[in-house]
Each structure stands twice: as C-alpha cells, then as structure tokens.
C-alpha cells in the first residue's frame, strides 16, 4: 500500500498553524498547553476504547484525533518559540535508532527475543541518563500519574529487565497466596489500614503475574469490567421483561437471572466470566498461608544480589 504520511502530516500542521494564526479561530488560539490535557487524556481512551471494541474504522479516526492533540500541543510551543512539531519528530526518531542498534547499526548484535531487546534498550537509556549526568536509576521516570495497574506493570517490566524477578510464574502464584493470606489476617484482625496496605500488595502481585503472562493488566481489567457491564444491564433488562427492578428484587433472584445471562449472554472474548459480586455479611473466605515467605514484592531467588 502506497504511503502519503508525509503530505498528509504536512497538511494537518499546516491546518493547525492557520487554526492558531493571526486570523485562525478564537477557541484554538486560546487553548494553552494545560487547556488541552484534558483533550489529550480523552482522545488516549477513545483509541484504546476502539482498539477493545476491534472497531478499525473507529481506531482510524481516533488516531487521527491522537495526533491532532499532538500537533496542538506542537504549535503551541512553537507559537512560543520553545520548539515546533518537525523537533518533535527528529527527536524520537533519533531516540528509535539509537535504541535498535541490533537493526540500524551494520555492528550492531543481533537480537533474537523481545526479552534482549528490552534489556537492551534499557542498557542503552541507562547509559544516556549517565552521558548526560543523570542519576542512574531504574524506576527514575515511571510517572506518578499512570493509572495504578499501568504503573505496576512498568514498574516489574523495568525492574525485569536487570534481572530482578521471579523466575517463573509459578513463583509470582505463590506470591500472590501468600498476599492473599496475608490479606486475610489483616481483615481478620488488624484493622483498615493494614488491610489497604495488603489490599495493594496483592494487586501489585497480580499485575506483576499479569505481567509475566503477557498480559496488559490494565486492558484485561477494562475488559471484566465491560463484560460485567453488559451482563449486568441484561440482569436487569429481564427482571424489567417481567415487571420487576433490582430495586426491589431478592439476591436470590437476581443470582438466578444472572446465571441464565451469563450462559446465554454471548461475548466477544473467550474466558472465565466474573462472579456476581454477593454482599455478605462477613469476611470473604481466603486461602490460608503458604510455605513461600518472601520479602514485600520481592522475588525470592535473587534477593540476595540487589
């Protein structure tokens, strides 16, 4: 398939500098950096929302609206002489190369998996933090303001990368029971907060087993909760098909009218269905503890060389 990309960014740059020019339109011109992230945050979702539905003709033109928030943001720092689009663009370019030398440098080594090329490109960002007299650090640039699940698979996938993880996925399960555990004496008998604290031990666990599995925490949960959504609508569409309403229907019949839904209810993605969530009155039942003790997140291996 023949490209234009060239043209066509031209084109959108240039729609955006008259936009923002001298006699472009007073909303645009208005708009300032912070203005716009808001925009910039909604139209991420909206591409990762058609990207979930498999909607292509949806992801096209959200796409397209991703990178107009990009040029946007371009112009406007051009507007104040700071830098304009085509720097932008040199620089990640730059970035690509000098990150795949296994593709672009005639010396470089070739690489097999995608496990050496994350090292690699590690190695190689490492390496310019301290060209550039920075202080070496693994997690230095995870950002605060990720979402959680997105943060905690970084934060693994970075820490991967030096070598400091567990071995197998097993381990990561065992990990996870005995959070679990954990979890369930702290809900036992320990209070709110150290249950908020295991709480996030386990899902910090989770998103790391997750991880290990290659799987997008984050997309997966989004997922649940939209398979969740819709059988949930449906519950409620037959209880409304009989005259009744969630409002005033017993658990027992909602559980029943959520069973046939869930074996009716047809999805687009194959796999285990969330439960009904059930209000009880007590503690939910937790596994008991494991025999693999280990130090908070860590692995258990390779403990002893960090």
Do not use: Y
């Amino acid at each position: 398939m023949p490209s234009d990309a060239g043209s066509a960014f031209q084109a959108l740059v240039d729609i955006m500098a008259r936009l923002r020019g001298p006699r472009g339109c007073p909303w645009d011109r208005e708009q300032t950096l912070e203005s716009l992230r808001g925009f910039v945050l909604e139209e991420t979702h909206e591409v990762l929302d058609a990207i979930d539905r498999g909607d292509t003709g949806a992801l096209r033109a959200e796409i397209g609206d991703l990178l107009f928030e990009g040029v946007f943001l371009a112009q406007i720092c051009a507007d104040e002489g700071r830098f304009t689009v085509a720097d932008s663009l040199r620089s990640i370019a730059a970035k690509l190369i000098r990150r795949h030398p296994h593709i672009f440098d005639p010396d470089g080594r070739p690489l097999d998996t995608p496990g050496e090329v994350h090292r690699q490109w590690e190695q190689i960002k490492a390496q310019e933090q301290a060209d550039a007299g920075e202080r070496r650090s693994v997690l230095r640039g995870v950002l605060k303001t990720l979402p959680s699940l997105l943060r905690a698979h970084e934060i693994g996938t970075r820490v991967a990368a030096v070598g400091f993880d567990w071995a197998t996925t097993t381990d990561v399960v065992d990990k996870i029971e005995e959070e679990v555990a954990e979890l369930r004496s702290a809900v036992a008998s320990e209070g709110p907060a150290r249950s908020e604290e295991e709480m996030g031990d386990l899902l910090f666990s989770i998103a790391n087993l997750a991880r290990k599995l290659g799987i997008d925490s984050e997309s997966a949960l989004r997922k649940a909760n939209e398979k969740f959504t819709k059988r949930f609508t449906a519950l409620e569409e037959r209880l409304h098909a009989r005259g009744r309403s969630v409002h005033d229907a017993t658990l027992e019949e909602m559980e029943a009218e959520w069973a046939l839904v869930k074996e009716t209810h047809t999805q687009a993605a194959d796999g285990a269905s969330p439960e009904l969530h059930r209000p009880t009155s007590h503690p939910p039942d937790l596994p008991g503890p494991t025999t693999h003790p280990a130090d908070l997140h860590g692995p258990t291996a390779k403990d002893e060389d960090h």
